[in-house]
């Protein structure tokens, strides 16, 4: 059931939901809604979406009627509001998961079918609470030390420094527009606007006109003169996320972009012309879309110019305790959140689940454990999902679980690998680039504060960086 009065917003809603199988009934305010869960179509529901849209009521008291009315009934909400405050109250009210505007369908539908599992009684993947932390980062502010991980970063610090077109490829949630941004932000057009869209998200007959904008008349409903996503992001950088979604038709056109440096709005004569940075990214590999004819590939070759691929988090779980400690960090500065520590024992607990969200779900998880946490410090106790799912696969004959009483062999709880994984140590200096790197990201570049604590000079420590191979400005 979606509970909303907005005639557009339910049309894409069930549009969308019906994709995948959902039929999807209407409630106009949440007194009808209310009434709704006692009919015959109101008891056979599986979910409820609210659209934050009413200034009167809060969607938090929305989701305790409906929670009072029906306990087990999975609540989502939807809104444009990109507040934190607002994930919280909602989720300590009871939703199971908060949806930012504009939703991408296969977010929708994910969310949609991951509250199946909870009614089914089962530990499904965890649903994000929070979409994204707001404050972008620079690129010694991006937690990783893993040599994947730090092999993309450094492409993407090279690509920063040009005006060539970058693709991003990797699966969702591994913090592709992380570092589109980092890159954005370190290049010579950081003073200008980034405007990220996600191709995704927009129904296929409107993205030439999000991306090209349109002239008044152009179209049935054109009924105002629309600038394009292109023009804002004049002198600046365009952050095409999902680009593997976008029409075929509509390709053609951003290819002419590329070459040319001009838009052609719908219904318009004549072209605009633009100096616009590319940065694309997907989680598809965009060389069988190519193959499969979903993707042109005139068009994959301009965008493929500098190519980052960033590694899911299943294979740098090595980086996972200082990924926790920083966004724990990040959160605490977010309203209604404050500062709580994490035990070695709840990292170790992390670092044994397969992330299949990669760091947005591990971000979300964080989140929802520190909603709901009473003491200063997250212990394995605050992520039941993650206890409850590992027991699972232990039931079904997956390989058995570590001890969370015995020590880690592998890695430390910091996240510095000791092990190879033959079982021989590694070699010092190995270890030592990884302390050097974690302590780099810890306290995010300040290399004097990085050399104190270290226990050396400044001059001791750019010399280790040179030695050991570490580029501090990715």
């Known amino acids: ?35 709704m869960l006692g009919t015959h179509e109101g008891l056979r529901l599986d979910a409820v979406l609210v659209d934050q849209w009413n200034p009167h009521i809060k969607p938090a008291d929305i989701i305790r009627e409906i929670r009072e009315r029906r306990p087990d009934m999975p609540v989502l909400v939807l809104t444009s509001q990109n507040d934190v405050s607002d994930a919280v109250e909602a ?16 977010r929708l539908i994910a969310a949609l079918n991951a509250t199946l599992d909870r009614s089914d009684g089962k530990q499904g993947e965890l649903r994000p609470l929070t979409e994204k932390l707001t404050a972008p980062l620079a690129f010694n502010e991006i937690v990783g030390s893993a040599p ?31 570092i ?10 950081h003073r200008n606007t980034l405007v990220a869209v996600n191709c995704g998200a927009i129904p296929g007959n409107l993205v030439e006109s999000v991306l090209f904008g ?27 996320d999902e680009v593997s979604e976008m029409p075929l038709d509509t390709q053609v056109k951003l290819l002419r972009v590329l070459q040319d440096g001009e838009v052609q709005p719908v219904g318009a004569r004549i072209p605009v012309r633009v100096d616009v ?14 193959r499969a004819g979903r993707f042109r590939e005139d068009l994959y070759y301009r965008l493929n110019v500098m190519h980052v691929a960033v590694p899911p988090l299943r294979d740098r779980k090595s980086d996972i305790p200082a990924l926790a400690r920083h966004l724990l960090m990040r959160l605490a500065d977010q309203p209604g959140m404050r500062s709580l520590g994490i035990t070695s024992e709840a990292l170790a607990l992390l670092m044994q689940h397969d992330w299949p969200g990669n760091v947005r779900q591990l971000q979300n998880v964080l989140f929802r454990a520190a909603v709901l946490c009473e003491g200063q410090a997250l212990t394995p106790q605050d992520f039941p999902q993650i206890s409850a799912q590992l027991s699972m696969g232990r039931g079904k004959g997956a390989e058995a679980v570590t001890d969370l009483n015995r020590p880690r062999l ?65």
């Open 148 to 178: 994947q991980f730090l092999a993309a970063l450094a492409i993407a610090a090279k690509a920063a420094r040009t005006r060539v077109p970058v693709l991003i490829e990797g699966e969702s949630g591994v913090g592709k527009e992380v």
């Open 277 to 290: 940075r590319v940065i694309a990214a997907t989680n598809k590999v965009l060389e069988e879309e190519v």
């Open 91 to 106: 989720m300590r009210a009871g939703a199971c998961d908060y949806l930012a505007k504009p939703i991408a369908p296969d």
């Open 214 to 240: 349109h002239e008044r008349g152009a179209f049935t409903g054109a009924f105002e003169r629309q600038t394009g996503k292109f023009v804002h992001a004049d002198m600046g950088t365009i952050f095409l």
């Open 410 to 474: 592998t890695a430390s709880p910091n996240g510095v690998t000791l092990f190879e994984n033959n079982g021989h140590i590694r070699q010092l200096s190995d270890i030592e680039a990884d302390v050097i790197r974690l302590a780099i990201g810890h306290y995010r570049g300040r290399m004097t504060e990085v050399a104190r604590r270290l226990g050396i000079g400044r001059s001791t420590l750019y010399r280790k960086l040179s030695e050991l191979g570490i580029d501090n400005a990715a």
């Open 1 to 35: 059931m979606l509970i909303d009065d907005e005639p557009a917003q339910k049309r894409l809603i069930s549009a969308l939901a019906s994709r995948a199988g959902w039929r999807t009934i209407f409630a106009g305010d949440h007194i009808s809604a209310l009434s």
């Open 180 to 189: 589109a941004q980092a890159i954005h932000a370190a290049s010579p057009r």
